[in-house]
């Protein structure tokens, strides 16, 4: 059974930087797209960014300039380099993978931006 690990969140102040990982436990393969989400209390979950097979990119207008996505095929792991964090960055961060028409979900890591 394929699950997905997250790792890296944390508390971070403003303008700092947090980097996290996503990586595939168990046997998975032609992994199609790698992005993350992001939820904040009280609000509707946000896709953040995503990044296809080849290592095309797609960011959220709020996050570009800032946040760098990618990935490692043979470690089935994603990546999401967050730089100059604001506070309205903080929610609970998922992965997903798009596989062969499932999706599958990373349990999420809390990021917090306070100083």
């Known amino acids: 059974q394929v699950q997905l690990v997250e790792s890296g969140g944390g508390l971070v102040q403003p303008g700092g930087s947090l980097r996290l990982s996503c990586a595939a436990s168990?046997?998975?393969?032609?992994?199609?797209?790698m992005g993350w989400y992001r939820q904040a209390p009280g609000k509707e979950r946000e896709l953040v960014a995503t990044i296809t097979t080849p290592g095309t990119t797609n960011y959220a207008d709020s996050v570009k300039g800032r946040f760098t996505i990618s990935r490692d095929n043979a470690k089935n792991t994603v990546y999401l380099q967050m730089s100059s964090l604001k506070p309205e960055d903080a929610a609970v961060y998922y992965c997903?993978?798009?596989?062969?028409?499932?999706?599958?979900w990373g349990q999420g890591t809390q990021v917090t931006v306070s100083s």
């Open positions: 168990g046997t998975i393969y032609s992994i199609n797209t």
């Open positions: 997903y993978f798009f596989v062969r028409g499932r999706v599958y």
